[in-house]
């Protein structure tokens, strides 16, 4: 069983940054950020495969980047340049597969209980 905590959400004002961190229970072959704002379906934010290969949906692209410390089975969400519609409930998430599946934000199947981000204009 893999056990996933969120940890560094909170509010910012638009233009700031945060960083957001997800403790694991083991090795993953493919992690992930996910969010889910009021009203919106759930979308894919960011992942990273065992290889370090990441992944980027094209709302974030240039503002957020994703990191993991092997050492400490940590993964990270840098999130710079923030702007109101980012604001949502960020969960991490972890996988079986690395590759495409990874990257295109499937059969994830593990989750964290989800951390609020607020950015406010």
């Known amino acids: 069983q893999v056990q996933l905590v969120e940890s560094g959400g909170g509010s910012v004002q638009a233009g700031g940054s945060l960083r957001l961190s997800c403790a694991a229970s083991g090795s993953l072959m493919c992690m992930g950020w996910f969010r889910r704002a009021p009203g919106k379906e759930r979308e894919g934010v960011a992942a990273?495969?065992?290889?370090?290969?990441?992944s980027y949906a094209d709302s974030v692209k240039g503002r957020f980047t994703i990191s993991k410390d092997n050492a400490k089975n940590t993964l990270y969400l840098q999130m710079n340049s923030l702007k109101s519609e980012d604001t949502a409930t960020y969960y991490c998430?972890?996988?079986?597969?690395?590759?495409?599946?990874?990257?295109?934000?499937?059969?994830?199947?593990?989750w964290g209980q989800g951390t609020q981000v607020t950015v406010s204009a």
């Open positions: 990273i495969d065992s290889r370090g290969i990441t």
């Open positions: 998430a972890s996988g079986p597969f690395s590759g495409s599946y990874c990257y295109t934000f499937k059969f994830y199947n593990y």
